[in-house]
């Protein structure tokens, strides 16, 4: 999920992580997914889409199909090509926080 090691091993140790999901978990993900790409003109609110390129969760191509199907002029899609999935723990988490936090005072 990240490249940062003491990320990885806070991972492990925290007893409250789930490691595992379930059959009816997955399929119960992908109805939502497909959902929210049907229903994606109806966002309207402004939105910040930030991927992780070596994301081994969500893919690239699914969450781009997203951003493209969205209405909202007020969108804004980065990948991050090298990072893992939790970009905010990542060992180069300035990057993706530094641009969300320029994208929110843009809009205050």
Not at 23 to 48: G, K, N
Request: charged share 30%; net charge negative; proline share 5%.
């Amino acid at each position: 999920l990240t490249h940062d090691p003491d990320f990885q091993a806070e991972t492990r140790a925290d007893p409250l992580y789930g490691h595992t999901t379930t059959p009816r978990w997955f399929l119960q993900m992908q109805l939502v997914q497909e959902e929210v790409v049907r229903r994606a003109s109806e966002i309207v609110t402004p939105l910040l889409m930030l991927q992780a390129g070596d994301d081994r969760i969500v893919s690239a191509e699914a969450s781009k199909k997203l951003y493209e199907a969205l209405s909202v002029s007020d969108k804004s899609w980065t990948l991050y090509d090298e990072m893992h999935h939790e970009l905010f723990r990542e060992i180069e988490r300035e990057r993706p926080s530094g641009q969300t936090i320029a994208w929110l005072e843009a809009r205050s």
